[in-house]
Structures are given as structure tokens and as C-alpha cells.
């Protein structure tokens, strides 16, 4: 008989979502990286218990990584003592860290967060947007849209 998988778990798929950067950034590019965590993070990730709300990336030492992301201390042993916010590194090529730095360095460019996912082979990525703060008439202009486009969807449905 197969063993069950623990219910919760997440093996593949999302884990965590910064829902409010789209609304605040205009994304331009997305890039994905891998993440370094330790086995109690992984464990914490995989019960979808993290935050990425104020999260950010950027360079230290000529290498990437994101801070103030918040993944709670793992419950289920003694051996997951870990700083919730610590800094981790993301996991790039030289080529791909230049890239962002040259595009970030321009006045009003952010590196965010937009995602934590696993893939197919259980592994963390994150998801990084390079994206341009809105204003906040920007903002109202994009909820504009976004409305307009649910009502046009709902008279299209009602016609037929």
C-alpha cells in the first residue's frame, strides 16, 4: 500500500503570494530564481505559512537576495529554530544579477517579490518582477480598468 501524502503539504505549486505588487508596480519583466532555505524553512514554505507582503530584493556583495520575507518558525520538531525574517539568498547567474542591477539602478525600478512556488521537482523559486512604482492616480486608473473589464464580461455573458 502507497504512503499518503500528509494533507496540507504543498509538493508543487504555490506557496506563497505577494497579491499587492501588481496593484502597486507595474511589472515589466519576471525572472525566476531559486531560493536557499534550510529544512525546517522548507517544511514551514510547504505548509503555506508564508508572507511576502513587505518583502524586497536586492544586492549584497555582488550577490542577490531578498529581505523581510517572513516564513514562521516550523512547529513540528526541536531542531527549527530560525530568524523568520532573515535575509536568503537567491540562487542566479552573474549574468542574470548584472541584468537586474543595470535595470534597477534607474531611477523608480524595483526588484519585488511575486511569488514563492515549488516546481516539479520540489525545489523553491521565487518569482522577481522588475517593476516601476505606480502613482496613485495610476492606481485609479487600473481599478477603472479592471472594472470595466468585469461588467464588459458580464453584458457579453448576458447576451449570449
Known amino acids: ?4 501524502k500528509k494533507k496540507g503539504l504543498i509538493s508543487h505549486g504555490m506557496a506563497a503570494q505577494n497579491r499587492k505588487a501588481r496593484f502597486d508596480y507595474t511589472i515589466k519583466e519576471q ?10 524553512e522548507v ?10 507582503t513587505d518583502a524586497w530584493a ?3 556583495d555582488g550577490e542577490m537576495w531578498i529581505f523581510n ?5 516550523y512547529q513540528g520538531g526541536v531542531l527549527s529554530k530560525f530568524e ?10 552573474k549574468k542574470q544579477i548584472v541584468s537586474l542591477l543595470g535595470q534597477v539602478a534607474r531611477k523608480g525600478v524595483s526588484l519585488v ?11 523553491a523559486k521565487v518569482l522577481l518582477g522588475v517593476g516601476e512604482g505606480r502613482q496613485k492616480q495610476d492606481k485609479r486608473a487600473a481599478i477603472a480598468d479592471r472594472d470595466w473589464k468585469r461588467d464588459k464580461d458580464r453584458l457579453m455573458r448576458a447576451r449570449g
Open 84 to 93: 523568520p525574517k532573515a535575509p536568503r539568498k537567491l540562487l542566479l547567474k
Open 43 to 52: 517544511k514551514s514554505l510547504r505548509l503555506g505559512r508564508a508572507t511576502l
Open 58 to 60: 536586492g544586492e549584497r
Open 31 to 40: 525572472l525566476e530564481a531559486g531560493l536557499v532555505l534550510r529544512g525546517p
Open 113 to 123: 517579490p511575486l511569488d514563492i512556488h515549488f516546481n516539479e521537482q520540489g525545489r
Open 1 to 4: 500500500m502507497a504512503a499518503e
Open 69 to 73: 520575507l517572513y516564513i514562521p518558525e
